[in-house]
């Protein structure tokens, strides 16, 4: 929503000079903003954890995604990064290639990219060849005798590349998931919050049919400020919950950091930044697209929003 946005500092300032503690201790900043957040998500996701970070968060979704199904093994997109702790770095094609490389209870599948990817837009059903390699890579797991514990999907792949998934991809990999048992993670860090335009989520570009069984948010949910948040169903907190090991997270869901989360969807809401992400991005692409007529090195000019990428090729 922009720095120093004059709302979102009062806000802190003032929630600061109140008080800021621990979330042991009971304060209504937390409830309504878990209420306002439940607001603009689908029913089912009814369940919040609120953390400090992105990574966080991420973690924090593996462990419950784990806890629920009782499986370990995790299902990622070629390229994808998904946070800065040990268990993500694990999960993270992007950065594990250059380190210590692929666990054995880690499965990459391609990146869903219509453009550059293995099926491309001239394939006539690419939706169903990208979720059939997934479909794959369970078989190969269950022959080996390994389970999955979750599919882990940026719902529009940013550091693979601004890759915008084709639609009915997530439906169809989410059905061949759960048949194995394991849950569909959906991580909003970087595309939540408007910054696609029509929706508030990028998972909705896959269609209104389509729930994520956890949804991660970080980055913008706090313009700047560290605070983070999971979501997820009943039946999966329930789950994490039954272990009698209680989540405790010291500054997750502080008062400060709530009012600071409150003040960033007033901004949203008051200043029209959805619409504005739409309007600007869809001028924004149709310049881009005008340069592409123009230079033969741009190839694919792609995006949703202020979600936006242009691939240059040789």
Known sequence: ???????????????????????????????????????????????????????????????????????????????????????????????????????????????????????????????????????????????????????????????????????????KVAEHVHKAGGVFIADEIQVGFGRVGKHFWAFQLQGEDFVPDIVTMGKPIGNGHPIACVATTKEIAEAFAATGVEYFNTFGGNPVSCAIGLAVLDVIEKEHLQAHATEVGNFLMKLLKEQKMKHPIIGDVRGSGLFIGVDLIK
């Not at 603009?40 to 609120?50: A, D, G, I, T």
């Not at 479909?135 to 005798?145: L, S, Y």
Request: charged fraction near 25%; charge should be negative.
């Open 1 to 171: 929503v922009g720095h120093c946005h004059p709302d979102i500092v009062k806000a802190a300032h003032e929630q600061n000079q109140l008080l800021n503690t621990n979330s042991r201790y009971l304060h209504d900043n937390l409830v309504d903003y878990a209420e306002r957040l439940s607001k603009m998500l689908p029913e089912k996701l009814c369940v919040f954890y609120f953390l400090n970070s992105g990574s966080e968060a991420n973690d924090l979704a593996l462990r419950l995604a784990r806890q629920y199904t009782r499986h370990e093994d995790v299902i990622v997109l070629d390229h994808a990064y998904h946070g800065h702790l040990t268990s993500l770095i694990d999960i993270s094609p992007y950065k594990f290639r250059n380190l210590e490389g692929q666990k054995e209870w880690v499965h990459v599948a391609p990146v869903p990219d219509t453009y550059r990817g293995l099926y491309r837009e001239d394939r006539e059903d690419s939706v169903t060849a990208y979720a059939n390699e997934v479909k794959n890579i369970i078989e190969q797991a269950h022959k080996r005798g390994r389970k999955i514990a979750a599919f882990f999907v940026e719902s529009l792949p940013s550091v693979g590349g601004q890759i915008i998934p084709p639609a009915g991809y997530f439906q």
